[in-house]
């Protein structure tokens, strides 16, 4: 494993890249850590910031081109900036049931689904993970 094939990308391959793996760090914390709590609210909001900076980044990204400069992933991204306002706005009515609901499918579609794409042979994270 190296950080190298990462280093060398373009800036906005590494930014959406480093924001990627905060976002699943942070994810990681959110999942474990009481709800509806202060320091809840506090680190969600900081993973919305690195969310939507995953995805705005990711259309600035173009490796993949199946419709013209476009992919699947980037459904991904518009699903992800359509789905963050309503799991803010379900949490804000407290609407518990569906803040979760959304903050799941964020999470499994933006970053678990698309972050596997990342891995795939020929990308820089397989680079990364597997040496090239």
């Known amino acids: 494993m190296t950080l190298s094939p990462l280093l060398t990308a373009s800036p906005t391959i590494q930014i959406h890249a480093f924001a990627a793996m905060a976002a699943l760090l942070v994810s990681a914390v959110q999942l474990g850590a009481p709800k509806g709590t202060l320091p809840h609210r506090a680190i969600g909001a900081v993973w919305i910031a690195l969310m939507l900076t995953v995805c705005m980044s990711s259309f600035f990204i173009h490796s993949i081109r199946l419709w013209g400069p476009w992919s699947p992933i980037h459904l991904l991204s ?15 009515r407290h609407d518990v049931t569906h803040h979760r609901l959304a903050m799941i499918a964020i999470y499994t579609g933006g970053l678990v689904i698309a972050g596997l794409f990342a891995f795939v042979p020929g990308h820089i994270m397989h680079a990364v993970l597997f040496g090239s």
């Open 78 to 92: 518009i699903f992800t900036l359509g789905s963050l306002p309503l799991a803010v706005l379900y949490a804000h």
